[in-house]
């Protein structure tokens, strides 16, 4: 066999083997717009699948504040931030979002998940032992092993196992580091935060909190010493933060290998999340939005009340969840999927995201074909 036809032929045995288990992914062309709009094909549809909480990426302020630097500075910064991509604007954001998280500084990367490949490796190496949350984020887990530490998974939110993992192990280890998010992305359920950053001080452990999910619409609670999140889902734009202490944020800028060796983060995008973390500022009401919708939703459907805009609806098997996403996409609502290996085996769910920019009409009629099919769905 010639390299280029044993490459194909490995190519379609693994994509045969994800078809034959509902697991392939397919990439489905999708414009959005205000309103949590969007449109497939040309059927027009309202989004419940978007991590745009706050309806920013289509607001007009936002936009404009972006055409306002690509007009004045151009379509990319040109360099790594340490060379000639730190634009001024990229400045002012890191200054807007270490105010807004209480933190000495802030660091912007290109993206959330460049965030913590190089965070993690910057603060732990062969020697250390990192702590990640079962249901952590991809980037946590790639993060810690690119980092070489020995790396072990604690039961979701179960900090009794996060301290007998602590007892049993720490002593072994020179640094330790905990991992979790403030809002788990595929299950909208928060961490116990309080109690994770008192096991960590009793075992002399450095934690981070993912908090993608978080900034602009479930903030309240403890704050860890590492904040880091992404200006892509509330900010509506794109790229990746760490907020942290000067020393720790001085660190990075010479250590985290994912900021040190890409190109600066475009000054449209960043000029987009500055004006978003305005007007979130701003608008204490429209932050609140997606949360109120997210629990009447639950409440009109007898689920577990919302904990944030993420409500999850287990379906189980994949083919299925996919079956439900599809007749809800026949009925006007996108409601992506969930499938392994984002979420454990025998979870695929349906992920309902809300937005401010929904109505309660919108919400409403969600809620209603949900109730009517799940219902035909025991009855079947
Ligand atoms: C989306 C997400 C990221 C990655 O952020 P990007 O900016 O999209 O790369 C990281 N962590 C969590 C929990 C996320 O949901």
């Known amino acids: 066999m010639s390299d280029r036809s044993s490459l194909d032929a490995f190519a379609h045995a693994t994509l045969a083997e994800l078809d034959a288990k509902a697991l392939r992914r397919r990439l489905v062309a999708t414009t959005r717009g205000a309103e949590a709009a969007a449109h497939r094909d040309t059927r027009a549809l309202v989004s419940f699948s978007c991590n745009d909480y706050l309806g920013l990426a289509n607001d007009p302020r936002v936009i404009a504040a972006a055409h306002d630097a690509l007009d004045r ?25 270490a105010a807004h998280k209480g933190t000495e500084a802030a660091l912007v990367f290109g993206s959330g998940y460049l965030a913590n490949l190089g965070i993690v490796p910057a603060l732990a190496g062969a020697q250390d032992l990192i702590l990640v949350d079962a249901l952590g984020h991809s ?32 002593a ?20 116990p935060l309080s109690e994770i950053l008192a096991v960590a001080a009793e075992f002399e452990a450095w934690t981070l909190v993912d908090d993608a999910h978080g900034l602009g619409v479930v903030e309240a609670g403890a704050r860890a010493p590492l904040e880091m999140g992404t200006l892509s889902k509330t900010l509506g734009s794109y790229g990746g933060y760490l907020c942290a202490s000067q020393g720790v944020i001085d660190l990075m800028t010479n250590r985290a290998r994912s900021f040190v060796y890409t190109t600066g983060l475009p000054p449209a995008s960043a ?32 689920l577990p009340e919302a904990q944030s805009p993420i409500v999850p609806i287990l379906i189980g098997e994949a083919d299925a969840a996919l079956a439900l996403s599809a007749t809800l996409e026949e009925r006007g609502f996108l409601v992506v999927a969930i499938r392994p290996p984002t979420v454990p085996a025998g979870t695929a769910r349906l992920r ?16 209603e074909a ?4 799940t219902a035909s769905t025991l009855r079947g």
């Open 73 to 97: 500075y151009g379509a990319g910064a040109g360099a790594s931030r340490l060379v000639t991509g730190n634009h001024p604007v990229l400045v002012a954001l890191e200054e807007r979002l």
């Open 139 to 170: 980037c946590l887990f790639s993060g810690a092993r690119v980092s070489g530490a020995t790396m072990l998974r604690f039961r979701h939110n179960d900090v009794d196992h996060l301290r007998a993992i602590l007892s049993a192990r720490r």
């Open 172 to 191: 072994k280890h020179g640094r330790a580091l905990i991992l979790t998010e403030r809002v788990f992305s595929m299950d909208g359920d928060r961490a």
């Open 271 to 302: 000029a987009a999340a500055l004006r978003a973390l305005e007007i979130v500022q701003a608008e204490p009401e429209r932050a609140a939005r997606p949360l109120m919708l997210a629990r009447r939703f639950t409440a009109r459907l007898g």
């Open 352 to 367: 309902v995201a809300f937005s401010a920019a929904h109505s309660e009409a919108q919400v409403e009629a969600l809620a």
């Open 370 to 373: 949900l109730a009517a099919l």
